[in-house]
């Protein structure tokens, strides 16, 4: 059996899982459904590693055209899924995350309603599904089936305890903004098939490229409007806002996943249309697109960082992480060459463990004492010295503390992007990461003062911030009483895994050969359209760099100075008055996310004009 | 006449198009309430349809439906976009399904509908 022929059972399998759960599980037992979940996932991540093995050297990439619709001519109307490196990494890292959270889930969820065992595990192979499927296609309109797939899931997924106020209100904002953003993202697909006949990747980029010369009005409409829709998911500023409600309110195992790796996803996209649509003589001039990427990645990063500084809803706080993050990738996939990209790849990897593991940790918290917020839990998780040990850790991991996979995928992007970029990166990791240590401190060792708790905090009453107060545990029985040893293994197991990532030199070799994959616009549609091999890529891998770990001992030990200076001083009764217009942009407001969403949208088109 | 005609027709189904989107975000962005929200969503999607259908039409063809016409006799319509098209509608009918029950246990346990009074989320 040909490596291409797996590609469809990549998605296929945790459909059939979901589809099974949905129809059993009125008659399973729970844990029958949880092994079935666990068992369907872990079945698609084993398909996904050994595709990834059996491809790892050899082109050129497979494809797989679903029931047999070859192009004929070059021309066609068949669906395509393409197995290039980046794709199947992302697929395979979409399904071990799932099988963590599966796992960290693990008879921990709030018991279903009778005869409604299958739902939980269900949904999110079904997530795991639309993911696999996003990542996997070679095609424009199916992209956006499994973009909607995905997102349509997650909304769920995001809303799953409808009885309380906070995450319907999270879910709908989620929802709105991202079908928006999705509907964008078609209309400029309707765009491209105007001017092309075609929807596969590369059969656009084929036909755009038979006519080379610049950039007309219908194309620049198509890409911003694609980009734009995009980007949403990825969580890129303006487009960003819905990410904080959604993360707050969704159930911890899903925030695992939505941070983890479906935001990435979006970068991901924006960055493979890129590459296969645009990237030849008949697209999108390079220095437009640099232009755009890194306007927005600087603008994601810096508001990402200061916003997570700014937060003591720990689950928000880690959302902002996140979008300070997704910043850095932007900044890195702006550079436009192998390089860059390969440190994205490998800074994707890393985060992914250390961002799981820190909302699994995070999780522990909100079942154990029924609150997030970082001033009610002051001093209270001392007895958990092994929860607030994993959780330093990943707050070190993510300030970028060689050699974890978040230190060399940042040090990689800033050799590739240049000096700002290093001062940028420290920035972000030196706030991200100080942020997570500021909160272990509080929370875990119960230094520095408590806050003023006698006056109504000011997250109450009208106030602009969103406390993590009062929190609806998510475990059945109410609060915890011991914590399952689930719950502890699967964080410690996924920083175990970003720790390898930055140590196994196999994977930075794998990394630049599959950005130098990615990125290689002619090579895509020689492969996908005639068969032909690619060339062999050029290059060396990504790898440390004396520079590289200087830096991220300089952020990481910035990170514990930032902790321990905010932790020593007294906390203010009020916010600082230069944070209030930062906080009232993030209203909670489906209409001004919209608002922004139009804002972000022209900025865009203007950036590639 | 007749050359206006076709100009305009030739136009105005994109500006159709673009119309109902940019309608649909005004909505959206200006709604009191949470279910003629959702109803803006898919006044933007409704653009969606507007514009694939636009753009597979072949003035003088018919529906790509060959059990009464043989093929390559007469001109038909684009029958891909057609197909994308009932996919966006069958995907249409699952979000906006999934909001309008968001909404109603968003009236339940916040007691609105107006997105001006949730205010669980800031910052």
């Known amino acids: 059996m040909s490596v291409a022929r797996l590609l469809p059972l990549i998605v296929a399998v945790p459909m059939f899982g979901a589809a099974l759960l949905v129809g059993a599980g009125r008659r399973l037992p729970r844990h029958a459904a949880e092994v079935l979940g666990c068992v369907f996932s872990g079945g698609a991540a084993a398909l996904a590693l050994g595709a990834l093995a059996a491809t790892s050297g050899a082109a050129p990439r497979p494809a797989e055209w679903v029931g047999g619709w070859r192009p004929r001519h070059g021309a066609g109307v068949g669906i395509v899924l393409v197995g290039d490196p980046v794709g199947l990494g992302l697929a395979a890292l979409v399904s071990v995350l799932v099988l963590a959270s599966l796992a960290y889930a693990w008879r921990y969820f709030d018991e279903p309603p009778p005869r409604h065992a299958g739902s939980y595990p269900g949904l999110v192979l079904l997530f795991q599904a639309g993911m696999c499927g996003f990542a996997l296609t070679g095609d424009l309109f199916n992209a956006f089936v499994f973009f909607e797939l995905m997102g349509v899931v997650a909304y769920a997924l995001t809303g799953y305890r409808v009885e309380e106020a906070r995450p319907v209100q999270g879910a709908l904002i989620f929802a709105l903004v991202n079908s928006l953003g999705g509907y964008a993202a078609l209309l400029g697909i309707g765009l491209l098939y105007a001017r092309t006949g075609e929807l596969g990747l590369a059969q656009i980029g084929a036909r755009l490229d038979a006519h080379p010369g610049g950039p007309d009005p219908l194309l620049v409409a198509a890409f911003t409007l694609v980009a734009a829709g995009l980007l949403v998911k990825a969580a890129a500023v303006p487009f960003h806002f819905w990410l904080a409600d959604a993360h707050a309110v969704a159930p911890t195992p899903v925030c695992m996943l939505l941070s983890g790796v479906m935001v990435e996803l979006g970068l991901y996209g924006t960055a493979r249309v890129y590459w296969t649509v645009f990237a030849g003589p008949g697209g999108i001039p390079g220095a437009a697109v640099h232009r755009a990427l890194l306007v927005l990645g600087v ?311 | 006449m007749n050359a206006i005609g076709e100009n305009a027709m030739g136009v105005l189904p994109y500006a159709v198009a673009g119309w109902l989107f940019l309608m649909g ?26 514009l694939l259908l636009a753009i597979g039409y072949r003035r003088g063809g018919t529906a790509p439906v060959f059990s009464d016409v043989t093929p390559g006799s007469r001109p038909v319509v684009d029958p891909v976009v057609q197909a994308l098209v009932l996919t966006d509608i069958v995907i249409g009918a699952t979000v906006t399904a999934l909001l309008l029950s968001l909404v109603i246990q968003i009236a339940k346990r916040h007691r609105t509908v107006d997105p001006d009074e949730l205010s669980e989320l800031r910052g």
């Open chain 1, 299 to 609: 603008l994601t990063a810096l508001l990402g960082a200061v916003m997570c500084w700014l937060q003591r809803h720990l689950k928000r706080l880690l959302a902002y992480s996140t979008v300070a993050h997704t910043g850095v990738f932007l900044v890195g996939l702006a550079t436009l060459g192998p390089r860059g990209t390969g440190g994205v790849v490998l800074y994707v990897l890393g985060h992914a463990g250390v961002k799981a593991a820190l909302f699994a940790c995070t999780g522990v918290l909100l079942d154990r004492y029924g609150s997030v917020d970082e001033h009610q839990l002051h001093g209270r998780a001392r007895e958990l010295p092994w929860v607030g040990g994993l959780f330093a850790v990943g707050g070190l991991a993510l300030a970028g503390l060689p050699p974890f996979g978040t230190a060399l995928g940042k040090a990689v992007v800033e050799e590739a992007a240049g000096g700002w970029a290093t001062a940028l990166c420290v920035a972000v990791s030196a706030a991200t990461g100080g942020a997570v240590l500021r909160a272990a401190a509080r929370v875990f060792l119960g230094l520095g003062a408590r806050h003023p708790a006698d006056a109504p905090a000011p997250g109450e009453e009208g106030g602009e911030e969103t406390t993590g107060k009062d929190e609806e545990p998510e475990t059945r029985g109410g609060l915890l009483s011991r914590i399952p040893d689930t719950m502890q293994v699967v964080p410690a197991v996924l920083l175990a895994g970003a720790l390898a990532v930055g140590l196994l030199p196999g994977l930075r070799a794998a990394a630049g050969r599959a950005a130098a994959a990615f990125t290689d616009h002619r090579g895509y549609t020689a492969s996908v359209l005639h068969g032909v091999p690619a060339p062999p890529a050029a290059g060396e891998p990504p790898d440390w760099s004396a520079a590289g770990i200087l830096w991220g001992l300089l952020a990481t030990a910035l990170a514990v100075a930032l902790a321990l200076a905010a932790v020593r001083r007294p906390v203010p009764r009020e916010a600082a008055r230069w944070t209030v217009p930062l906080r009232r942009l993030h209203s909670g407001h489906a209409g001004d996310y919209v608002a922004w969403f139009l804002a972000g949208v022209t900025v865009l088109a203007a950036l590639v004009l």
């Open chain 2, 25 to 50: 975000c005004y909505g959206l962005a200006t709604s009191r309430n949470l279910i003629h929200a959702v109803g803006c969503l898919a006044v933007c999607q409704a653009s969606t349809y507007v």
